[in-house]
């Protein structure tokens, strides 16, 4: 498998930009890249998720690959990798999840589908 490889944006590119529960249903079970915000290095625990206000709504950022973090990379020092449902799982309610931001292709999870996923 070659460094640019993605087979979680290839999945996603079959699956048309409105269809929100599709693309969420190959997201959740994806690895995905998030970067981190660490207060205190020796605590990786102190992490927070970066979050991107967008009006009301708060948007945790994600990304498919490394690869497609870009500008986003110089504001965390690490990044964690965790499936989209652990992520789902770790932050606050309310918030929504934004994969691959700064990409043509990137989505927005916003939290109904992600809590309609949880009671699954």
């Excluded at 997201?27 to 998720?49: C, K, M, Q």
């Excluded at 690869?67 to 990379?73: E, K, L, N």
């Amino acid at each position: 498998m070659g460094a640019m490889a993605n087979p979680t944006l290839d999945a996603l590119r079959a699956i048309d930009a409105t269809d929100h529960a599709g693309a969420w249903a190959v997201v959740r079970d994806a690895e995905l890249v998030v970067p981190a915000v660490v207060e205190n290095p020796r605590d990786p625990g102190s992490g927070r998720f970066l979050v991107l206000p967008h009006g009301d709504l708060r948007l945790v950022v994600a990304f498919t690959a490394t690869s497609r973090i870009g500008g986003f990379a110089t504001r965390t020092r690490r990044h964690l990798r965790m499936t989209g449902a652990e992520l789902a799982a770790a932050i606050p309610a309310g918030h929504a999840i934004v994969l691959d931001p700064g990409h043509d292709d990137g989505r927005v999870f916003l939290p109904d589908v992600l809590a309609a996923d949880a009671q699954g």
